[in-house]
């Protein structure tokens, strides 16, 4: 189902979590809840895996993560801010230490000049230690390549934050 490098990062992830004894959520939107199906796949995910929030409509970013709605009207879903208060919301959220939120625009259609197919942000959160965020533009020939390289992405900024 996914390759052999997401599924490693994935099983580094989980088994990385687990000695530190931290708990994961995700809070995604243009990967659909790929992330956490990544995490899922490894046996024992269970032990760091808290929850998922797939917010894939504005909607449910405010509703289930407490974005606000002027701030994704005013700067668009796909923006910087969105992707940080949707990592804190999924903390605030859930009873997890550590969090990664993603939004972007996986294509193929969907894009603007200035927010091209391809571009992703990622932030992560984790209790006590603040955010960090990432802008990425993904140059892959079809959707299923730019939500797969976000999903690497993730998992590797989830392992980054475990130190």
Do not use: W
């Not at 990385?16 to 931290?22: D, N, P, V």
């Not at 990622?122 to 390549?145: I, K, P, V, W, Y």
């Amino acid at each position: 189902m996914f390759s052999l490098e997401i599924t490693t990062l994935a099983r580094l992830l989980v088994d990385e979590a687990r000695q530190r004894s931290l708990r994961i959520v995700t809070a995604e939107s243009c990967t659909g809840g790929l992330v956490a199906g990544a995490i899922c796949m490894v046996a024992g995910a269970s032990d760091v895996f808290e929850r998922g929030f797939v917010t894939y409509s504005n909607r449910a970013k405010q509703e289930l993560l407490g974005v606000p709605g002027d701030l994704i009207a005013d700067l668009g879903a796909v923006s910087e801010p969105v992707a940080r208060i949707m990592a804190e919301g999924a903390l605030e959220n859930s009873n997890a230490h550590l969090a990664v939120a993603i939004t972007g625009v996986a294509g193929p259609g969907g894009g603007t000049p200035l927010k091209p197919v391809g571009t992703v942000h990622l932030a992560t959160a984790r209790s006590n230690q603040g955010l960090m965020h990432r802008h990425e533009m993904f140059d892959m020939a079809d959707r299923e390549g730019i939500q797969l390289a976000a999903v690497q992405s993730a998992l590797q900024m989830l392992r980054d934050r475990l130190t």
